[in-house]
């Protein structure tokens, strides 16, 4: 299977400041078609998750332009430009491009 | 607007059975692939199961080595239904049960609770 390891587990950020965190992979996702498959998604307290980021840096529907995703390779990055208090919650990384699909573990962002 | 609703969720003894339901609406259910992710409390998320869509022979399905050979997903389009049938339920199996939509994950519901427990 493969292996995410996110970092840090837990960042306490400033409001207004910049925020990143690290995504790695134990192998290399890019699929057949060319296409790498690494998500984010953000889980606020006491909700579903939600998916931020598709393909490496792509921004879903309704998602702020403060969050943006890089990457390649085995290393991948979310960062927030500026943390807004809504930002609170886990971020977790995904790949969709082996079975079985895994997940990072999760890094818990929290306003200092 | 895409939504998936879960059901099913409850307290079940170890060893017991429970099906989990996920109705889907806002998009055509039978094109897309779906999955199952779970999350156990304050832990982190599992993918679970998924079935591929389409309308061409056999679903493709896939399973967690955790829980293979003990759950089974299906699904019904006429009904724009997602199911999980749960056997042999052990205290590991206890999270919240989400519904998901495609193999990238890009739209959830809001999950049922399943608790297994004696």
């Known amino acids: 299977d493969v292996v995410m390891t996110q970092s840090p587990l837990s960042l306490p950020v400033t409001l207004g400041q910049p925020a990143s965190f690290s995504c790695r992979s134990s192998q290399g996702l890019v699929y057949s078609d060319g296409i790498t498959y690494l998500n984010w998604f953000q889980q606020r307290p006491g909700q579903s998750p939600r998916r931020l980021i598709y393909?490496?840096?792509n921004r879903d529907s309704g998602v702020p332009d403060r969050f943006s995703g890089s990457g390649s390779g085995t290393n991948f990055t979310l960062k927030i430009s500026r943390v807004e208090a809504e930002d609170v919650g886990f971020y977790y990384c995904?790949?969709?491009?082996?079975?079985?699909?895994?997940f990072g573990g999760g890094t818990k962002v929290e306003i200092k | 607007e895409v939504q998936l609703v879960e059901s099913g969720g409850g307290l079940v003894q170890p060893g017991g059975s429970l099906r989990l339901s996920c109705t889907a609406s806002?998009?055509?259910?039978?094109?897309?692939?779906m999955n199952w992710v779970r999350q156990a409390p304050g832990k982190g998320l599992e993918w679970v199961s998924y079935?591929?869509?389409?309308?061409?022979?056999?679903?493709?399905?896939y399973y967690a080595d955790s829980v293979k050979g003990r759950f089974t997903i299906s699904r019904d389009n006429a009904k724009n239904s997602l199911f999980l049938q749960m056997n042999s339920l052990r205290a590991e199996d206890t999270a919240v049960y989400y519904c998901?939509?495609?193999?990238?994950?890009?739209?959830w519901g809001q999950g049922t609770l399943v608790t297994v427990s004696s």
């Open positions: 806002g998009f055509t259910f039978s094109t897309y692939n």
């Open positions: 079935i591929s869509g389409g309308s061409s022979g056999s679903p493709i399905i």
């Open positions: 995904m790949q969709g491009t082996h079975w079985p699909l895994t």
């Open positions: 998901a939509r495609d193999r990238q994950l890009s739209y």
């Open positions: 393909k490496v840096s």
